[in-house]
């Protein structure tokens, strides 16, 4: 009897991990993920229908790790980081000194239902990117046949949703691992889909693609 006692401990034993393994989607990618502090800003996201903001002072990447590990369990449904970064300088003779322009950029994240989705808004560029779940919509279907999706609260072009965080979470690491570099890793044929309506309309169409694709206000 004690031999069988012994059998069904270890299988609940063996179950049990299995569930926490399940439960902490993406856990060991987000163990690895590294962090660009410096630029850091800000971090917001909705919990029970209220946002909540975290700024830079009450901020390490163990934490920032912890909300991300909570939109990809389910938690949080919509998540943004926040960066900023100095602009090219220009001298100005009356101050003798070059003046930097600050811009802003954010990574967001959604997430219901199992589906994720990431975007990265650039306040330089004034370009929005949206990370590509599903390549085979992006390369073969026309622009527009391609469905739109609901993902946390937003709709998205069916090949910005990824149905797993594994995908999600690649995406997130190119970024957060280097922010001032990381427009020049994103732009051109890769991962992601660089809209450019932003740099044709400026920084209103800019700003509308913000509120319309992710950057909740």
């Keep these: 009897m004690g031999m069988w006692k012994k059998l069904w ?5 063996l179950f049990g991990r299995k569930g926490q393994e399940t439960e902490k989607a993406g856990g060991r990618r987000i163990k690895e993920l590294r962090i ?35 939109l990809l369990d389910g938690e949080l449904r919509w998540l943004a980081i926040e960066f900023q970064l100095q602009g090219e300088g220009i001298y100005v003779k009356r101050l003798k000194k070059i003046v930097y322009q600050p811009y802003e950029t954010a990574l967001v994240l959604h997430q219901s239902g199992g589906k994720f989705a990431c975007l990265y808004f650039s306040g330089h560029t004034y370009r929005v990117y949206l990370s590509i779940g599903n390549e085979y919509p992006y ?24 149905a797993a965080p594994e995908g999600v979470l690649e995406a997130v690491g190119e970024v957060l691992r280097d922010i001032p570099g990381a427009e020049n890793r994103l732009y051109g044929p890769g991962r992601w889909s660089a809209n450019n309506n932003g740099v044709g309309g400026g920084p209103n169409t800019y700003q509308k693609l913000r509120r319309e694709w992710g950057l909740l206000e």
Excluded: N, W
């Design 9 to 13: 401990k270890k299988l609940l034993s």
């Design 36 to 70: 660009d502090m410096g630029p850091l800003q800000r971090l917001r996201f909705r919990e029970a229908g209220a946002e909540v903001c975290r700024t830079r002072e009450e901020l390490d990447e163990s934490r920032i790790r912890d909300v991300l590990q909570r």
């Design 139 to 162: 390369y073969h279907v026309d622009s527009k046949e391609l469905q739109r999706i609901p993902v946390g609260d937003v709709t998205l072009v069916e090949y910005g949703i990824h």
